[in-house]
């Protein structure tokens, strides 16, 4: 730890110092997640997104067995998933939360059946142990494009979930905004697999905004605060996870819920 | 020169949900600085004319804006407030074209806009959810009226307001009339306001079953048969 900061320390051993690996990427995933998840909140779809985030296991399992690197599989099978659920949700009447409880709590079951034990745990919850410098590099990378778009369509997302008709009688596409955060949605569970796993992803997503929701008065400070506590939780959870020789991903869902608790006495009426 | 074709017409407007027909053969016209009311009982399928004329539903029959029609929509209920803190002035700005920067122009019109409705600054600074039932229509109405449209869409909430604060809402919508010239369709649950505001009426029951200037087309049976018998006595006062 200690020589983490220190001055002599070089490019390679930043790249080689496993602790700080996990500790830089998951701020950034946590960035991204924790921003979409107050939308994820404001369209009341929690469990959806928890939902989602299973889908990822079966593309997971595909991906071994066809010698992939899994997170690939994951991609493909959340993408798919976040258009499907778009998909259905347009041409029927279905709510997203119907769609996603019937069609793609099934893919849980499937996950189980492809994905070989040790590595099914470690989809599940997360492992420390696997990150490498490129898979680091990787995920920041996408954090911060995921964390980008998502700000840059902030307002029309806003106004195409919380209110379609409103934002079609102005002339925007609040279905084309819909899929973009759904497809970003799907991206930034992809990129905690690895170190927080697909199941506590989901968790991530919602923990810091619904926190957020208690404590904020306007739409500026429920952004910022999801934000700021998603990246607190997070580096916070890793830190402890590192300290006490535990799995990160449960280590920072169990700080998410004591900010949650915490956040429940500023509750405003 | 005085613009002699209609801002809208309406031909055999028909919309269906499910193989239901919610409305049917529906034809009416609406001239610039109008002011037409539509009114009918409960699920005769105003809020769903609404929808069609801005597109939002699929429907048959043919539905004309002239062009360069530009129309505000003031809808009976937004969202459920609960799940978003949004303060009255990021509501505005949620109006922007600009889908990230600044957007001056905006901020400059809402203060003009406010005050047109009625409403001071300091409302902007407070949640969207602790207005007043009253204060929220009218921040509505500000919000639909922004970028001066020509036409406005106003779909009155069926409760909730009291009568004086009625009373100017509907002030309010004429004076926009009179002063921009605005064209203004009215969902309306009140007959008395439709004699005093409007110049022409519809009535609607899933199929339209008057349109005209009030005095001529609402008499006393169409209204008999557009709500039932009880409903015409309680209004002659």
């Known amino acids: ?107 849980l079951a499937l996950g189980v059946l492809l994905v070989p034990d040790q590595e099914l745990f470690e989809s599940m919850f997360g492992n420390i142990f696997i990150i490498k ?46 899929l973009a955060f759904l497809l970003l949605f799907a991206m930034s569970i992809a990129l905690g697999i690895k170190l927080i796993g697909s199941v506590l992803m989901g968790a991530l997503t919602i923990l810091p905004a619904i926190s957020a929701r208690n404590l904020s008065w306007s739409l500026k400070s429920f952004l910022g605060l999801s934000v700021i506590l998603g990246v607190l939780i997070t580096g916070l959870g890793i830190l402890l996870a590192n300290a006490l020789n535990f799995p990160p991903g449960p280590t920072i869902i169990i700080f998410g819920v004591v900010f949650f608790i915490i956040s429940l006495l500023f509750k405003k009426a | 020169m005085k613009e002699t074709m209609p801002i809208l017409e309406v031909k055999n407007l028909s919309v269906s949900f499910d193989k239901q027909e919610v409305l049917k053969d529906v034809s009416f016209s609406v001239d610039e600085g109008d002011v037409l009311a539509i009114i009918g009982p409960n699920g005769a399928g105003k809020s769903v004319l609404f929808r069609a004329l801005l597109g939002l539903i699929p429907f048959g029959g043919e539905i004309k804006w002239r062009e360069n029609a530009q129309i505000g929509y003031v809808p009976q209920k937004l969202f459920e407030k609960a799940e978003l803190p949004l303060t009255v002035k990021e509501f505005f700005i949620l109006k922007s074209r600009n889908l990230f920067f600044r957007d001056r122009w905006i901020i400059e019109s809402i203060s003009h806009e406010l005050k047109s ?37 106003f779909d009155e909430p069926t409760a909730g307001i009291d009568l004086a604060g ?14 921009r010239g605005m064209t ?54």
């Open chain 1, 1 to 107: 730890m200690a020589k983490a900061f220190s001055t002599t320390m070089n490019i390679n051993e930043i790249l080689n110092n496993q602790f700080l690996l996990v500790f830089v990427s998951g701020i950034f995933t946590a960035l991204a997640a924790s921003f979409l998840g107050a939308f994820i909140v404001v369209k009341k779809m929690a469990l959806v997104g928890d939902v989602l985030s299973h889908v990822a296991l079966p593309g997971i399992g595909l991906a071994l067995l066809f010698n992939v690197d899994p997170i690939y599989g994951a991609v493909i099978f959340l993408l798919f998933a976040a258009f499907g659920t778009w998909f259905i949700e347009k041409k029927t009447k279905l709510s997203a939360d119907a769609i996603i409880g019937t069609f793609f709590t099934a893919t």
């Open chain 1, 133 to 178: 410098p490129y898979d680091a590099i990787a995920v920041i990378i996408a954090s911060i494009i995921i964390f980008a778009l998502t700000l840059a369509i902030a307002r029309r997302l806003t106004l195409s979930i919380a209110a379609p008709d409103l934002a079609k009688s102005i002339g925007a596409k609040p279905d084309i905004f819909y």
């Open chain 2, 117 to 153: 409705v009625g409403l001071n600054q300091e409302i902007l600074g407070q949640q969207l959810a602790n207005l007043s039932r009253g204060q929220f229509q009218r921040v509505l109405i500000a919000w639909a009226i922004l970028k001066h449209p020509s036409t406005l869409l």
């Open chain 2, 166 to 179: 009625e009373d100017t809402v509907y002030n309010l919508l004429r004076r926009l009339r009179d002063e």
């Open chain 2, 184 to 237: 203004i369709l009215i969902i309306s649950h009140d007959l008395n306001i439709v004699y005093r505001y409007a110049d022409k009426v519809l009535c609607l029951n899933k199929e339209m079953l008057c349109f005209g200037a009030p005095q001529d087309a609402l008499t006393g049976e169409q209204i008999g048969r557009l709500y039932g018998e009880g409903v015409f006595n309680h209004h002659e006062h």
